[in-house]
């Protein structure tokens, strides 16, 4: 008799119970995932290797992963730590587009010398990022404007002047494409010499270790937590509420914009319409299945990597769509949240 | 005693052979096993008005929400109109004839009065369109004299429009008792007097209503009977309301002896925070405050009375520097912080135990740890200019909670898994440290067990007698009256009186509780 109950909410759900819980959404999320792609058309004998097999041990397929894990750690930990302070950053790409944008004037127009131009670069695409959020903050600690929308609508905005950009002042003169035109040596992360692994993994090794040292030991995590969770009380007690708000959204627009550059610089070389696309919503799934953790942040980040990467293989051998990836994670993240679910709460009869 | 004309004079309301009305005998009520109600009754005739007066937290609305079915009584016999009932819901009590108006009232905003009515008729009867549901609304209104009009959005009326719409829609769903929750709180002078008038028609046409109010002008000017509760009992019941005065009621509100033990035993010495003229504009769900002034000295409780909601949670607000008022000075120990953050207060001594401790106090999803670091950490408390050194924090909270003797809690543990108890000894632990010169502590027992009541009666006695000065505002007049030297009254946002704990007399509390001075 299900109407004669009701939920309770459990007190301290135990470790190994939300561990279960974890587990099981997640097998769910990958069963529903592979009946999914088998349905598409992807044999069911091939998914065991293309998704373990050729993503994790195999050298080439781990480096992709692992390239390909670089910028989702970036833009993952520019969701939590804006999570950390309940700010709802939905404009990822578009402070990853101006980080690229930034890079890319560097990357092209040249100037300074060489071994200046990928430090410069860092920090530019930081810098825009930073300056790209810094809208939408302002706009919510001035006049109360939800920064749901207003981040959401200028990744809008930042997309269209890329384009703006692609289609005018920097199209590659030698093929007229809407792409600019490469970047000199100088403005690109070394090959590493495994798969198309580059230097961009120090910088974001380095990036990464400093979140989680900032938000962890320092501070700066107390305060965050404090006001995230409880704004009101944190200013009671004298925290800097404010200041900790602006410290944290300006990294993740920072982190968002250094995720940019990773991607030109360390991959793709140049500027295209492609760079950014797809971050927002992976941003979003990392952050969420990390619980804003920056440890557990590059966990997640390296298996969407995975999946990215199974992804594009399927993609070419499979001819699945790009949409059947996306709904694959779509689909492993509802299980997770729904697990959750049940781990917070029990079902009571009464007698 | 004046009544104005046209209001019944005490008449027998009782008459035998006549069922009653509604009949409650021996009602008792816990939450989380403190007693809200114990053995209370209240008995009903048709054709009355009559008012349930008591303090904030007396179980008048607790008893009332028994009778309608929001709670179900642990003990205790009902009837209504002759008939045994325990009604399990709203819906059953209304079935019977009793429907409440609460104070929130219990509408959908985006609606029209009439879909309203339909989605609480359901399939019932013959209502089953708008049209037939404004039909029944006006027909209804036309016969009690209530102008409602069905067409009109809800999120477009006032208040008074919307309890009118609130008393028709309880009507029309077969409520021949009325019961209606402090409904004049809501309203200005003028649509209190023409609700009340209504509500006497009502009871000219048989129905019968219950009056929830700590008003005595409106016991005295449009009520037969009164029903006097006081800590969950029943003190005086059914009395005319003829042969009482207004002395004896709030006498009997608020008990026959006032308890003045348990003073700190030390002499004001100088003055440590000095307010004048504090005035803040009233907000859409906030009262305002009006030139509020008080000196309060070392060694020196000063207590401030009054019925919740009268402006009590703003100035808590304005002194610990959440709000801003419009204007006003505030000193502290001589220094003027008028313009000064939370944090700057802080500094300069003042500690604060909000009424609702994980409002502005405590972070329910913290560490205990944390919230009992959460206002030195800032302080550099844990670590140099940037770094946090959790295990340190670890540490003092584990001696903060022998200290304190906080049961139940682990450095780790989650603060809101405390019982309400131990998470006041948490705020407590953080709040009463060496740098506390002033604290304000509002309603600083509410909700707590005795034991718990006397723990944090007896830390703040200790406090005021090493030296601190304490600002006590509780709607609880016997913790005000057994701890302060000097005792004010708020009313609408500003202080009615102030007197020396010796000149301090029942009436005189009374009068400026009901707002008249």
């Known amino acids: 008799m299900l109407d004669a109950a009701f939920l309770v909410r459990r007190q301290a759900p135990g470790l190994v119970l939300s561990g279960f819980c974890y587990a099981g959404g997640l097998a769910f999320g990958l069963a529903v995932s592979a009946a999914l792609l088998v349905q598409a058309g992807v044999p069911a004998d091939a998914l065991v290797d293309e998704f373990l097999i050729a993503t994790f041990l195999t050298s080439d397929g781990l480096a992709q992963t692992v390239t390909a894990a670089l910028p989702l750690v970036l833009v993952g930990l520019a969701s939590a730590v804006a999570m950390r302070v309940r700010f709802w950053n939905i404009g990822v790409e578009g402070q990853l587009w101006l980080g690229a944008v930034a890079a890319t004037w560097l990357g092209i127009a040249g100037g300074g010398p060489d071994g200046l131009r990928l430090p410069s670069m860092l920090l530019l695409s930081a810098a825009m990022g930073a300056a790209w959020i810094a809208v939408p903050l302002v706009l919510k600690l001035r006049f109360g404007v939800s920064e749901v929308i207003s981040t959401l609508l200028l990744g809008s905005v930042a997309f269209l002047l890329v384009q703006h950009l692609l289609f005018g002042a920097w199209r590659d003169p030698a093929t007229g494409f809407p792409v600019t035109a490469a970047f000199a040596q100088a403005a690109r992360f070394g090959a590493l010499g495994w798969g198309q692994l580059h230097a961009g993994l ?14 962890e030991h320092t501070r700066i995590g107390f305060y965050a937590d404090a006001v995230g969770l409880n704004a009101r009380a944190a200013r009671a007690n004298g925290l800097p509420v404010t200041g900790t708000i602006v410290g944290l959204v300006l990294l993740s627009g920072a982190l968002s914009g250094l995720a940019g550059m990773t991607i030109v610089a360390g991959t793709e070389h140049r500027l295209n319409q492609s760079v950014g696309s797809g971050y927002l919503f992976s941003a979003i799934v990392i952050a969420y299945l990390a619980r804003a953790r920056p440890l557990w942040v590059v966990v997640v980040a390296v298996m969407l990597g995975a999946v990215f990467t199974a992804g594009s293989v399927l993609k070419v051998f499979y001819g699945i769509s790009e949409g059947m990836i996306v709904l694959v994670q779509g689909t492993v993240l509802i299980s997770i949240l729904m697990a959750q679910f049940f781990s917070t709460y029990s079902l009571s009869r009464p007698g | 005693m004046m009544r104005p004309a046209g209001a019944p004079g005490g008449r027998e309301a009782t008459s035998p052979g006549v069922p009653l009305a509604l009949d409650l005998s021996g009602v008792g009520k816990s939450f989380d096993g403190r007693p809200a109600l114990s053995d209370a009754s209240f008995a009903l005739a048709w054709g009355e008005v009559h008012a349930i007066v008591g303090e904030n937290g007396a179980g008048k609305s607790t ?26 819901s709203p819906m059953e009590a209304t079935a019977a004839g009793l429907g409440m108006v609460h104070q929130h009232f219990r509408l959908v905003d985006s609606f029209t009065v009439a879909e309203n009515v339909l989605l609480s008729l359901g399939r019932r009867g013959a209502v089953r369109t708008v049209a037939q549901a404004s039909a029944a609304i006006a027909a209804k209104a036309k016969e009690i004299g209530l102008p409602v009009d069905p067409a009109r959005i809800v999120a477009d009326l006032s208040t008074a429009e919307r309890q009118r719409a609130e008393i028709v829609r309880v009507l029309l ?25 209504f509500v006497r028609r009502l009871a000219g046409q048989g129905h019968a209503v219950v009056l929830i109010t700590h008003k005595f002008r ?3 000017g449009f009520c037969d009977r009164v029903t006097i509760m006081r800590h969950g009992r029943t003190v005086l019941a059914g009395a005319a309301v003829a042969e009482l005065d207004e002395g004896e009621v709030a006498r009997l509100m608020v008990g026959e002896t006032l308890t003045t033990g348990g003073r700190p035993a030390s002499t004001p010495g100088d003055v440590r925070l000095s307010v004048s003229d504090l005035t803040l504009s009233a907000g859409p769900h906030a009262q305002g405050l009006a030139s509020i002034g008080f ?11 009054g019925v919740g909601g009268n402006g009590q949670e703003e100035l808590v607000s304005c002194l610990i520097s959440l709000s801003r008022p419009q204007q006003g000075t505030m000193l502290l120990a001589g220094r003027d912080v008028s313009a000064a953050s939370p944090r700057e207060r802080r500094r300069a001594g003042l500690r604060v135990i909000p009424s609702d401790r994980f409002d502005s106090g405590l972070i329910r999803e913290f560490a205990i740890a944390g919230n009992l670091a959460l206002s030195t950490v800032s302080e550099g408390a844990f670590g140099g200019p940037l770094f946090l050194d959790r295990a340190r924090m670890r540490k003092a909270a584990a001696t903060a909670i022998d200290a304190f003797d906080i049961r139940g809690a682990t450095p780790a543990r989650q ?10 000894k948490v705020l407590l632990a953080r709040e009463l440290d060496t740098g506390m010169t002033v604290l304000v502590a509002h309603s600083p027992s509410r909700g707590l067990d005795m034991k718990a009541t006397q723990f944090v009666r007896s830390a703040i006695r200790r406090a005021v007698e090493g030296g601190a000065a304490c600002l006590l505002i509780s709607e609880d007049l016997q913790e005000v009256l057994s701890l302060s030297h000097r005792v004010a009254v708020m009313n609408r946002g500003a202080i009615a009186g102030c007197r020396g704990i010796d000149e301090v007399t029942p009436e005189w509390i009374g009068a400026l509780l009901a707002g008249h001075a």
């Open chain 1, 202 to 215: 120090y910088a974001v090794l380095v990036v990464a270790a400093l979140v989680w040292f900032a938000l």
């Open chain 2, 63 to 88: 008893l009332m929400n028994v009778a309608a079915g929001v709670y179900a009584a642990d003990e205790g016999v009902q009837t209504i109109d002759g008939e045994p009932i325990s009604p399990r």
């Open chain 2, 173 to 197: 769903l077969g409520a021949r008792i009325l019961v209606l929750d402090e409904p004049t709180a809501v309203l200005t002078e003028e649509e209190a007097k023409a609700l009340l008038s």
């Open chain 2, 218 to 220: 409106e016991v005295a």
């Open chain 2, 295 to 305: 000196d309060l000295r070392a060694g020196e409780v000063l207590g401030i009375a």
């Open chain 2, 415 to 424: 603060t809101g898994l405390l019982s309400g108890g131990n998470a006041q």
